[in-house]
């Protein structure tokens, strides 16, 4: 009998099961699932009239986020977080994050001890995928399914088959876990063998990576159609989850002799900076092709590189140096604890002397719908995740994805540019 | 619900979201989900009989190969479409992940099987037992194993959906009562 992959063993101890095998279909035990201000009234309102209960099942964490539209910016968002607020307080959501104290959905799942190693979690939301830097099966789910999983507890899943990326090599200075996933993206292309697969991230490029690009990358698996994304829980996951002793989880590994339905070995020894370019997320050029292209914004936020780290580069990029005169930088925090943290190191004050934009944490231009959207012709290098057109604005607009050392780089230039000069 | 489905076969190599239903119907058609409308534009892209042969009973049952409903669309327009003309399964060498999820969450069963598609031709008469996954060529005589769908999954079928399945479930163990922590808004 061949062994399992961390995925299959999460899935088998959440179905109660000793063994699963890919294309089984279980009904597994979910632990935490977070919903945000664009599906959470519906839910709520599947829950009461679809299934004709509005009690929540006990021991499930409910995680709701008001994220994607940013403080209310017409009356339509005000009347969405109007009702947002309205069924949390009905519900006496214990974990219910309003404007001021939240931050991107994503990002209060794994910095608020939502996410454990070896759990089950959903989110309503494509890249719930993110957890899975923390070791846990995560994945986005319909508002329907939350509905369900919060009267019960549980989902029904087909156990994916797992497709293994083996990235080894020292990765070279103001390179990224970013850098490898547009990489990756790049060489094995949208609707590659991938969909509706876990994708496994191992080795030892990936355990010298801190959790933060580790979660950029399991962010962007979605982008490749896959299920899940999931990195091994190592000491640098122990040290994340520090803040939460008292929580007892199980570190779940791939079995040596686990079957995976394609592997690949990655060497990112030499690998330069990569830019996914408009309107293809796997259309990847190294950044020597694309530099020089001129840009009139830079974006560097979103629950794939708004974080601490991302920050700090991007700052060190542009400590002494100003934003080109023609070009926009926005900075937006993936959190409050980020936001904080950020303000106190002076990371801050370094952004806005350089004359960044710094917005309050959510998910801003990224999807469109917030602040920071781009006009038509305009151009935008970003470290977010998704360069469809007319993404974050004008259907004639161009989104060119990368890393916040890029983006920082690019906004200092005022064209796309090498983040290795700095 | 009988776990043993019968019928002839519509087959079709490469099937997407679009190619179930247009992207003109659904957009048409955002949150009016009527299978009287939208059961007359199923797999219009690809075949313009389709809605009215599958009606007159020329076939019930869709093979077709790798990523069924693949396009990255997560509406559940094309699953009500075909389930209104009358199809009563879907067979395929693989799934797109939300219309896996969405075909067997509004009661339409979907099977995986490796094979399928060279093993059955257009207008072929098979049976498939949703239970254990065994798939019949009533006409060639072959046989093929798909992944079986559990129990449980055949009571959302029976039921007709995921929510109506649920919502019977906690009926039956008296976990529906409202307990709203706050105050009623």
């Not at chain 1, 989110?123 to 019960?152: C, W």
């Not at chain 1, 023609?326 to 904080?340: C, N, T, W």
Request: hydrophobic residues 40%; aromatic residues 6%.
């Amino acid at each position: 009998m061949p062994g399992m992959t961390m995925t299959e063993k999460i899935l088998a101890g959440a179905s109660g099961k000793k063994i699963v095998r890919p294309g089984e279909i279980v009904n597994a035990r979910v632990n935490a699932l977070m919903m945000t201000d664009l599906k959470g009234p519906y839910v709520f309102k599947v829950l009461e009239e679809e299934l004709g209960t509005s009690k929540i099942r006990d021991g499930l964490d409910v995680v709701f986020v008001l994220d994607h539209l940013g403080p209310a910016h017409d009356i339509k968002s005000a009347q969405q977080f109007k009702a947002c607020r309205e069924a949390a307080r009905k519900y006496g959501l214990p974990h219910f994050y309003d404007l001021g104290r939240q931050g991107i959905g994503h990002q209060v799942m794994c910095e608020d001890g939502y996410v454990f190693p070896g759990t089950v979690v959903a989110g309503i939301d494509s890249h719930s995928t993110t957890y899975g830097a923390l070791g846990a099966v995560s994945f986005g789910i319909s508002p329907t399914e939350g509905a369900i999983i919060l009267a019960t507890g549980e989902l029904w899943l087909k156990v994916p088959e797992t497709t293994r990326f083996t990235v080894t090599g020292n990765l070279p200075r103001r390179v990224s876990g970013k850098d490898i996933f547009l990489h990756i993206i790049g060489m094995t292309k949208w609707n590659g063998e991938v969909l509706y697969k876990a994708v496994e991230f191992t080795g030892p490029a990936i355990s010298a990576l801190s959790v933060s690009d580790r979660m950029a990358m399991c962010n962007m698996v979605a982008e490749m159609g896959a299920k899940n994304g999931i990195i091994a829980p190592d000491d640098k996951t122990a040290e994340y989850l520090a803040g939460w002793p008292e929580k007892r989880y199980d570190a779940v590994l791939s079995d040596p002799d686990a079957v995976y339905s394609h592997e690949y070995a990655v060497d990112v020894s030499s690998l330069s900076p990569r830019v996914s370019v408009p309107h293809r997320i796997d259309d990847v050029r190294p950044v020597e092709d694309v530099a020089g292209r001129k840009i009139d914004q830079a974006f560097l936020g979103s629950c794939t590189n708004g974080r601490l780290e991302d920050l700090m580069i991007a700052a060190e990029i542009l400590k002494g140096r100003k934003v080109h005169p023609d070009v926009r930088l926005i900075v937006v925090p993936a959190s409050r604890k980020i936001y904080l943290e950020a303000v106190r190191n002076g990371t801050i004050e370094i952004l806005a002397e350089a004359g960044a934009a710094v917005l309050t944490p959510n998910c801003a231009a990224c999807a469109g719908i917030g602040s920071g959207n781009i006009a038509s012709g305009e151009v935008c290098i970003s470290s977010t995740n998704r360069n469809f057109e007319g993404r974050m604005g004008a259907k004639d607009s161009e989104i060119y994805l990368a890393s916040p050392a890029t983006v920082a780089a690019s906004a200092v230039e005022g064209v796309i540019a090498d983040p290795r000069k700095y | 619900m009988e776990n043993i489905i019968r019928g002839k076969v519509w087959k079709h190599g490469k099937v997407d979201t679009a190619d179930i239903i247009s992207t003109k119907i659904w957009l048409e058609n955002l949150n009016n989900l009527d299978p009287d409308i939208l059961g007359k534009h199923a797999m219009a892209p690809i075949d313009k009989e389709f809605a009215s042969r599958a009606m007159r009973g020329d076939f019930r049952i869709i093979v077709s190969g790798k990523n069924f409903g693949g396009g990255g669309k997560s509406f559940e327009h094309g699953v009500i479409a075909l389930k209104a003309v009358g199809i009563v399964l879907v067979v395929a060498e693989s799934f797109a992940r939300y219309n896996f999820r969405n075909s067997i969450n509004n009661g339409l069963p979907v099977l995986e099987c490796n094979g399928i598609f060279n093993a059955v031709e257009a207008g072929d008469e098979i049976e498939a037992d949703l239970s254990t996954g065994v798939i019949k060529n009533l006409t060639s005589g072959a046989a093929l194993q798909a992944d079986p769908l559990p129990e449980f999954v055949l009571g959302i079928m029976e039921a007709g959906s995921y929510t109506a399945y649920i919502r019977e479930q906690l009926r039956q163990t008296g976990t529906n009562e409202a307990n709203c922590a706050g105050e009623t808004l």
